[in-house]
């Protein structure tokens, strides 16, 4: 019985590698899919008139392709419509996992995981793969919603962008574990440790104009 071999890991390069702390990088494929999987939100990073921009939006990731979604007269996605060169861009996810409490105040840190991708988005203009990232993108917030809505229409569409960036120049880097306290501050009398950080939701609000006989969807119970 042969076993499935694990993915190879992206290949690290001058911008993938920390100038600090390089221990906590990796580039395992599947760490950074889960960081990626498991983030609602991205950080997009880009140069707009020679001065750094830097905007939070929606995202989703489809095997190693990243589908960032935007406005058709914004900016950024109006520069990553040029076919030639398209818009580089640095784009980032951070999951905060714990509060590192130390007895000193330099040694307080937290604990994370955290994704940065290098490289140069795509304005998306096949029909076919806009619709795939548009479902991809509904999915990746609530997994199953895409198919229990209605699909945008023409004018909807023709409104909205997505942006392709490939998962080339990738890596991860995270904190575990407790603080990192000077031997000399180990008796000094102030609690030290982690305080956890976990995400939650609360029970689902209905819209106010919802018909009462419309139930609350079994993957909205699950979460």
Same mark, same amino acid.
């Given at each position: 019985?042969?076993?499935?071999?694990?993915?190879?890991?992206?290949?690290?390069?001058?911008?993938?590698?920390?100038?600090?702390?390089?221990? +906590?990088?990796?580039? &395992?494929?599947?760490?950074?899919?889960?960081?990626?999987?498991?983030?609602?939100?991205?950080?997009?990073? !880009?140069?707009?008139?020679?001065? =750094?921009?830097?905007?939070?939006?929606? !995202?989703?990731?489809?095997?190693?392709?990243?589908?960032?979604?935007?406005?058709?007269?914004?900016?950024?996605?109006?520069?990553?419509?040029?076919? /030639?060169?398209?818009?580089? %861009?640095? #784009?980032?996810?951070?999951?905060?996992?714990?509060?590192?409490?130390?007895?000193?105040? !330099?040694?307080?840190?937290?604990?994370?995981?955290?994704?940065?991708?290098?490289?140069?988005?795509?304005?998306?203009? /096949?029909?076919?793969?806009?619709? *795939?990232? #548009?479902?991809?993108?509904? $999915?990746? %917030? %609530? =997994?199953? +919603?895409?198919? /229990?809505?209605?699909?945008?229409?023409?004018?909807?569409?023709?409104? *909205?962008?997505?942006?392709?960036? $490939?998962?080339?120049?990738?890596?991860?880097?995270?904190?575990?574990?407790? =603080?990192? &306290? &000077?031997?000399? &501050?180990?008796?000094?009398?102030?609690?030290?440790?982690?305080?956890?950080?976990? =995400?939650?939701?609360?029970?689902?609000?209905?819209?106010? $104009?919802? $018909?009462?006989?419309?139930?609350?969807?079994?993957?909205?119970?699950?979460?």
């Amino acid at each position: 019985m042969s076993e499935t071999a694990s993915p190879a890991p992206y290949q690290a390069t001058d911008r993938t590698v920390p100038t600090r702390s390089r221990e +906590r990088a990796s580039y &395992d494929r599947e760490l950074v899919h889960g960081i990626l999987d498991t983030a609602y939100v991205c950080h997009l990073g !880009f140069v707009r008139d020679g001065a =750094p921009v830097v905007l939070p939006t929606l !995202f989703a990731r489809v095997g190693e392709r990243l589908y960032i979604h935007g406005s058709t007269g914004s900016r950024p996605l109006r520069a990553a419509g040029q076919a /030639d060169p398209g818009l580089p %861009v640095c #784009l980032t996810v951070t999951h905060v996992d714990g509060l590192v409490l130390a007895r000193s105040a !330099f040694h307080h840190s937290i604990n994370y995981r955290s994704a940065v991708v290098h490289g140069t988005a795509h304005e998306i203009t /096949d029909p076919e793969e806009k619709r *795939t990232a #548009l479902d991809a993108i509904v $999915d990746h %917030v %609530v =997994p199953g +919603r895409s198919l /229990d809505s209605r699909p945008a229409n023409a004018k909807e569409l023709a409104a *909205t962008a997505v942006i392709g960036l $490939d998962l080339n120049e990738v890596s991860a880097k995270l904190r575990t574990g407790g =603080p990192n &306290d &000077d031997a000399e &501050d180990l008796a000094l009398p102030h609690w030290a440790g982690v305080l956890p950080l976990a =995400p939650g939701y609360a029970a689902p609000l209905p819209a106010d $104009d919802l $018909d009462p006989a419309v139930a609350v969807p079994d993957y909205l119970t699950v979460m």
